[in-house]
């Protein structure tokens, strides 16, 4: 299992009194070679689009994650036609289906930004955890359905926490699962100026939570963000941003708390070293060998702009290493990804913001390489103006998956696609149009949500506006299917006249995402060294042998061959002469004659000559020369030419006559 994130999208204006709902969580486990090895082996085409929704009411994206087993679970916010409220709903298409399960409601009486995170474990499990009631109400609770392969559906809500009497405030839970499948939960709950960070655990297979237990109190403060990462071994980093800690003018501190093993106890809570102001949006993630990094985004050291800048440490009991700035003060935020980690370690961010160099918004990633801890340059993904929304995700191989919204520039927006762009083995991929819809005055037309399965391929949920004014839309999902060896539509066969000398062309055809075509020649059976044409001129070589053809077809996933029917070749066409036949000599009695064979197409290699007497042949008289008798005396002189080559049938040619004095 590779990175597993989940955030919830919000106005980057709400800083209310505790705004922990823009959090990352992590969760590894050890896999996998360090670059995206499966992904070219394994990504076919895209399926076509499939509607999980209807498109008369509404609907807005909450995320899609794939799990380890290759499961993929999609939850978005519904309303009907005739609503008033809004549900969670949630679709599933199992490993072993190219179908979707209708849509399944976890949740009702909601509104259209009512937050819930979708976690998936390495076992196949998919947890949806939200936060129902209200404190006026007094019934407070954070609740997990969960999805078990085994069963094949949703357990009903169970509860993870239910807030005290005296509680105002309960932040939806963050979860994280170690490679035993073991969820860590933290969250915070309580009421202003006396918040309390809480965490929690739920074992395999258990459908209930341990006791919740204290990280830490926040009492001269409000909680901006909250992030969890989990490593595979189970140890545990979680980091929060406190508003207003104290009185000093300390404005904002990032603040951490760490399990050292999967059992083992959380530290107390430490402020963060040299991290200063941050605008929030603080994110962590642990690579497979433990490391652990935070991301936040900060105010430079000239207070005009923005830096997104990083700590890291190599183990969970190592000390934070020193800041890095990932992206300097050209860094103007507006949506950007959870922190993608690879199987070696390198972490990439995606995130869309806007460019004074293009004037526009515009879709941007950065690398930090394990190998060398230092930052890539930031490269442009998109290509033209992004209506400030991006989702990232990173499959087990290593492969990083990016989609947004797009129109052609910020001048023209009559048209959005969706656009989509990987990167594997290193290298980003040309971003690509999956799809397109009107705009929609006043309303998001296009936006979507990746996810990223084990072997790198992608699954993109999609929401779509439909139609004008009081607008409706419709959720799809469209995945790229599994990449096979390709298929042989036609059997290869031969065509022209299989003879010496003619040229025959091998055909047939074929299907396959990215597939190439190598064409041999077989002589008994046997491949005819350097014949790889489609075509084949026939040699005396091939005269009396059995000749076929071969069309090997290959792409990544494999090869097919499709080998012709062999046809034994039969002698060539005769020999035609190019220059004429000619006798030479004086036509005298007791003069030699001389005949010129001429010349041959194909060249022959040998000759026979019979002299003729009238049109009669004189016996004996089949050299090259011929020596005039009496008997010839008057008579016409001829001779005829046959030229001779193996493998072709001989041809030929008589000269004009000469009369003898």
Not at 189 to 214: C, E, H, I, L
Not at 419 to 428: H, K, L, M, V
Not at 488 to 498: N, P, R
């Amino acid at each position: 299992m590779a990175t597993s994130t989940s955030r919830i999208r919000r106005p980057r204006a709400t800083a209310l009194a505790l705004t922990a709902a823009v959090a990352a969580v992590t969760a590894l486990v050890p896999a996998s070679p360090a670059t995206a090895a499966g992904y070219p082996t394994v990504a076919g085409p895209w399926s076509a689009a499939t509607a999980l929704t209807g498109a008369d009411g509404q609907q807005t994206l909450i995320d899609v994650k794939t799990a380890d087993d290759g499961s993929t679970f999609a939850l978005w916010r519904d309303r009907a036609a005739d609503g008033t409220h809004w549900n969670f709903d949630v679709a599933v298409k199992t490993a072993k289906s190219s179908t979707w399960s209708a849509a399944h409601t976890l949740a009702t009486g909601l509104e259209s930004t009512s937050p819930a995170v979708l976690t998936v474990t390495p076992g196949g499990q998919a947890v949806v955890t939200w936060v129902e009631g209200r404190y006026v109400d007094d019934d407070l609770a954070a609740v997990a359905a969960t999805w078990t392969p085994a069963q094949g559906g949703w357990s009903d809500p169970t509860p993870i926490i239910t807030a005290d009497p005296d509680d105002t405030y309960l932040g939806l839970p963050r979860l994280a699962s170690a490679a035993d499948g073991t969820l860590t939960a933290v969250w915070v709950q309580g009421s202003f100026n006396d918040y309390k960070v809480m965490t929690a655990t739920r074992a395999p297979g258990a459908t209930t939570w341990s006791t919740a237990q204290p990280l830490a109190s926040v009492t001269t403060g409000s909680v901006y963000d909250f992030a969890l990462a989990v490593a595979p071994d189970g140890s545990a980093t979680a980091v929060w941003d406190v508003y207003d800690q104290d009185a000093a003018g300390n404005r904002n501190s990032v603040l951490t708390a760490t399990r050292p093993t999967a059992d083992g106890s959380w530290s107390e809570a430490a402020v963060l070293p040299g991290v200063g102001y941050t605008d929030g949006d603080v994110q962590v993630a642990s690579d497979a060998n433990g490391a652990t990094t935070v991301l936040w985004h900060g105010a430079d050291a000239a207070d005009d702009g923005y830096d997104l800048s990083s700590v890291t440490r190599t183990s969970a009991s190592a000390s934070w290493g020193d800041v890095q700035t990932a992206v300097a003060s050209t860094f103007n935020y507006s949506d950007g990804s959870d922190p993608l980690v690879a199987p070696n370690g390198d972490l990439t961010y995606v995130w869309a913001g806007w460019s004074n160099a293009d004037r526009e918004t515009v879709v941007k990633s950065v690398t930090r390489s394990a190998s060398t801890s230092a930052w890539s340059a930031p490269q442009t993904l998109s290509t033209g103006f992004v209506p400030f929304d991006v989702d990232a995700s990173i499959g087990a191989d290593g492969t990083v998956q990016v989609v947004w919204p797009q129109v052609p520039s910020i001048d023209n927006g009559d048209v959005y696609s969706l656009e989509w762009a990987f990167r594997a083995d290193g290298t980003w991929s040309k971003a690509t149009a999956l799809g397109s819809a009107p705009a929609v005055s006043g309303t998001d037309a296009l936006y979507g949500e990746v996810a990223a399965g084990p072997d790198g391929r992608a699954t993109v949920l999609s929401r779509k506006a439909v139609g004008n004014g009081d607008f409706t839309s419709q959720v799809s999902a469209q995945w790229q299917t599994l990449l096979t060896k390709p298929a042989i539509t036609s059997k290869a066969t031969l065509s022209g006249t299989v003879r010496t000398g003619s040229t025959v062309t091998c055909n047939a055809a074929w299907t396959g995402t990215g597939a190439k075509v190598a064409w041999s020649w077989l002589r008994d059976g046997k491949v005819i060294s350097g014949a790889t044409g489609k075509t084949r001129t026939l040699t005396a070589s091939d005269y009396k042998h059995k000749l076929s053809c071969r069309a090997t077809v290959t792409n990544i996933a494999g090869s097919t061959p499709s080998t012709s029917t062999a046809v034994t070749v039969a002698v060539g066409a005769a020999l035609k002469v190019t220059k004429a036949v000619a006798i030479t000599g004086t036509a005298k009695v007791g003069h030699r004659l001389t005949a010129a064979h001429g010349t041959w197409s194909p060249t022959a290699t040998s000759y026979t000559y019979v002299w003729k007497r009238d049109g009669k042949t004189i016996s004996g008289a089949t050299k090259s020369t011929y020596v005039l008798v009496k008997a010839d005396k008057g008579h016409k002189i001829t001779v005829k030419v046959t030229a001779k080559r193996t493998a072709w049938t001989s041809g030929s040619a008589t000269t004009h006559a000469v009369v003898v004095h």
